[in-house]
């Protein structure tokens, strides 16, 4: 229809994902933790140590706007009012949000690359990068 073609085209022009072209606009890096126990305190501790230098290495090539891990609790609301809530997320669920990255960088491929360097890949973690969507 015309409104979702406008909705689109004003949400997404600023971006051609099949040539990216610098742009101002923040990335979002969404970190999916595999659902499950947590590993071993020491397994942990040698894990967040690469994260942390994966995120000093972030840094120093891209401007961070924010960064954090997020709780495993929370509420799930549907439907209209938000009348329909649950304990989120799901623990049924195959992955969870588990954190984000939200990040200023001169194109989606640099994000993608970032992304790709992210140790969680070699624990079963799923790395999603999007662009947040102009308002300009």
């Known amino acids: 229809s015309d409104l979702i073609e406008k909705v689109v085209r004003y949400h997404c022009e600023p971006w051609n994902f099949m040539n990216p072209s610098p742009t101002t606009s923040p990335l979002l890096i969404i970190?999916?933790?595999?659902?499950?126990?947590p590993p071993p305190p020491e397994e942990l501790k040698k894990i967040m140590a690469r994260?942390?230098?994966w995120m000093d290495g972030i840094r120093a090539r891209h401007t961070v706007l924010s960064s954090n891990g997020l709780?495993?609790?929370?509420?799930?609301?549907?439907?209209?009012?938000?009348?329909?809530?649950?304990?989120?997320?799901?623990?049924?669920?195959?992955?969870?949000?588990?954190?984000?990255?939200?990040?200023e960088a001169e194109t989606m491929d640099q994000v993608i690359a970032a992304g790709r360097a992210c140790p969680g890949l070699d624990y079963n973690m799923a790395v999603e990068v999007r662009p947040v969507m102009s308002r300009a």
Do not use: C, I, K, N
């Not at 970190?31 to 126990?37: D, K, M, R, S, Y």
């Open 51 to 53: 994260f942390q230098t």
């Open 31 to 37: 970190l999916h933790q595999p659902a499950g126990a």
């Open 71 to 103: 709780a495993h609790t929370g509420v799930v609301m549907r439907g209209a009012g938000g009348l329909s809530m649950t304990d989120g997320p799901y623990p049924e669920g195959t992955e969870v949000v588990g954190g984000y990255v939200l990040l």
